[in-house]
């Protein structure tokens, strides 16, 4: 999508594909493992999609592939999924555009395939079922942390009690402390007292 920080991401499919083989024709190198290089690229070979050239495609190939990736040829590049790119399995390609495949490609077809619209039925009840189990674990997950929390408070509130509690009761003993103290004090001053009167 960028070659040497001019991006592309703007330009048609059809002006994409066109840089991206000849800047790859430019530079071979980059199809050759090297120490600069250490994986080679290849481009992905890409046709007209047009009825008669998809015939032949298929006819002439002698290596099974998994699928055609289909582009809007003039939509822009587009992040995520989009409506303006599919991917179609051989045996869907026979069934949406009318034409004959081999029938070592056709033997990839699911036992539970029966259609195409089918399929995407199933692919969007799948969806929403993931969807659905990943809204519950979350909400799952955000009441445990709240019980935990809840549980949390009461231990710290517990916590502050009980050296509310401890403060009290010290307090306690200091005031009781300082009364004995006081006592002794004014005993002493009568013993002084008593002392001096005999003296005197």
């Not at 920080?5 to 071979?28: L, N």
């Not at 403060?167 to 002084?192: A, F, L, P, R, T």
């Amino acid at each position: 999508m960028n070659w040497k920080d001019h991006p592309v991401y703007d330009s048609d499919t059809d002006f994409r594909f066109f840089w991206m083989m000849s800047k790859m024709q430019e530079i071979p190198e980059v199809g050759e493992v090297s120490k600069l290089n250490p994986y080679k690229f290849i481009p992905l070979q890409y046709h007209s999609c047009k009825k008669e050239n998809l015939e032949e495609l298929f006819k002439s190939t002698t290596t099974q592939f998994d699928g055609c990736l289909f582009y809007h040829k003039q939509a822009h590049y587009t992040f995520g999924a989009s409506p303006l790119v599919v991917w179609l399995k051989p045996y869907m390609v026979g069934e949406l555009l009318g034409i004959e495949i081999p029938d070592c490609m056709l033997q990839q077809k699911p036992a539970n395939y029966s259609t195409y619209a089918a399929h995407m039925q199933q692919v969007k009840d799948r969806k929403e079922h993931f969807a659905k189990e990943l809204e519950e674990k979350k909400a799952h997950r955000k009441q445990k942390r709240g019980q935990d929390r809840s549980k949390q408070f009461k231990m710290d509130v517990s916590r502050e009690c009980d050296v509310s509690d401890t403060s009290i009761s010290n307090e306690g003993n200091i005031s009781k402390s300082s009364v004995n103290d006081s006592n002794v004090s004014e005993d002493m001053e009568h013993q002084v007292v008593a002392n001096g009167n005999n003296v005197t």
